[in-house]
């Protein structure tokens, strides 16, 4: 063979090859994500694969959050969407019936591993008293990975006949959702109104690495060609994970029996998994402003208990965390429980759970 001949077959062979590559980073699944904790928890498990989009993006926030045409158009060219499910993102319930007709959707709310935990109608005031009880679970590590715990049946999505997105989020209809009972909800838009379990549930670490490993599993239905990817780094996802929890419960543990006060009750998993002491909330539902008389309880909250701080949240106005502190001497901070104020990513997750640490550890442990 000459030297341009020579030359030529390597020009083709490296065309051929780069044609290849271009063509399985095309075959990537299109995977669409509700929110930004869960969105970093995809977008670990897929790094060099592809990125997953986002639905809730920047410092907007599932309880508030309005669907526009473009969020639409990512919707319906989906292959998998990850959401937690209508008892977070209920402004999601709808479109994805309407739009998401080829994709599978995974309601990460019910996927094997997760602990739900209920609802607290009044908010943490009448909560159960954390006394002596077992829930600090800061020590624990989980390093195994077993694949064998995946499996998950129900990722399917009933979505019926599709409809222009203008006109199903006008319109009610009756559907159904595998995993999901829609009795109680017909006439909520919200999880706060119908009683549902509390979905802040990255909130507890465990959680994470379960939706992490229904996420991978999820990806390799989809993306069979990449399982040694996903499979890589899911297991660096969930070691990392097991790092940041040891780390969390360093920071926490010298404040972690000081009652704080939060602006909604967000919080049950990450009391529940690290023992701290949420002693209530501003406001039960977000979108709800609290009357005169819940803020005199809160107030008179503050100075029983000499609650050393009243945590506000970036999405939210903080003249309310202002009312209730008035007049006390409770601190005030801020903790953002949905990473409104960090960059979407693989790192937005470890950001947002060690910054509610950080936060914590910073306010509590001020001296009066």
């Not at 064998?148 to 990722?155: I, K, M, P, V, Y």
């Not at 996903?230 to 996802?237: D, G, H």
């Not at 939060?262 to 979108?287: I, K, L, M, R």
């Amino acid at each position: 063979m000459t030297r341009t001949a020579t030359a030529l077959f390597a020009s083709a062979a490296f065309f051929a090859a780069g044609t290849m590559a271009a063509t399985t980073a095309a075959a990537a699944p299109d995977v669409v994500v509700s929110i930004k904790p869960i969105h970093s928890l995809v977008a670990a498990v897929m790094q060099g694969v592809g990125e997953p989009k986002l639905i809730v993006d920047g410092a907007a926030s599932p309880h508030t959050f309005t669907m526009k045409p473009s969020n639409a158009r990512t919707i319906e060219g989906a292959d998998v969407v990850f959401w937690i499910g209508p008892n977070l993102e209920a402004f999601l319930d709808k479109p994805l019936d309407a739009l998401a007709g080829k994709a599978t959707v995974v309601a990460l709310g019910d996927v094997a591993g997760v602990e739900t935990l209920p609802f607290r109608e009044g908010g943490p005031f009448e909560a159960h008293d954390h006394g002596d009880d077992d829930h600090d679970h800061g020590a624990e590590t989980h390093d195994d990975h077993d694949h064998a715990d995946h499996g998950h049946a129900d990722h399917g999505h009933d979505h019926g006949a599709e409809k222009p997105a203008e006109q199903e989020a006008h319109s009610d209809h009756d559907h159904d959702h595998k995993g999901h009972d829609h009795a109680a909800e017909a006439d909520a838009h919200h999880d706060h109104d119908h009683g549902g379990f509390d979905a802040h549930l990255w909130l507890d670490p465990e959680n994470a690495k379960a939706m992490a490993k229904a996420i991978e599993a999820q990806l390799v239905a989809a993306d069979p060609a990449n399982v040694a990817v996903y499979t890589k780094n899911t297991v660096a996802l969930l070691k990392r994970i097991d790092a940041m929890n040891d780390d969390i419960a360093k920071t926490i543990a010298p404040v972690k029996n000081k009652p704080f006060i939060v602006f909604h009750d967000a919080y049950q998993y990450f009391e529940h998994h690290y023992g701290v002491t949420v002693a209530g909330s501003v406001t039960v539902s977000p979108e709800t402003a609290p009357g005169a008389e819940r803020l005199k309880e809160i107030q008179a909250k503050i100075n029983s208990l000499g609650a050393t701080c009243v945590f506000a949240e970036p999405q939210f106005t903080p003249k309310l965390i202002n009312v209730v502190t008035e007049g006390t001497k409770a601190k005030s901070g801020v903790l953002d429980p949905e990473g409104a104020t960090l960059k979407a990513g693989p790192d937005l997750y470890f950001e947002l759970m060690t910054g509610i640490a950080a936060s914590l550890s910073d306010c509590l442990g001020r001296d009066s």
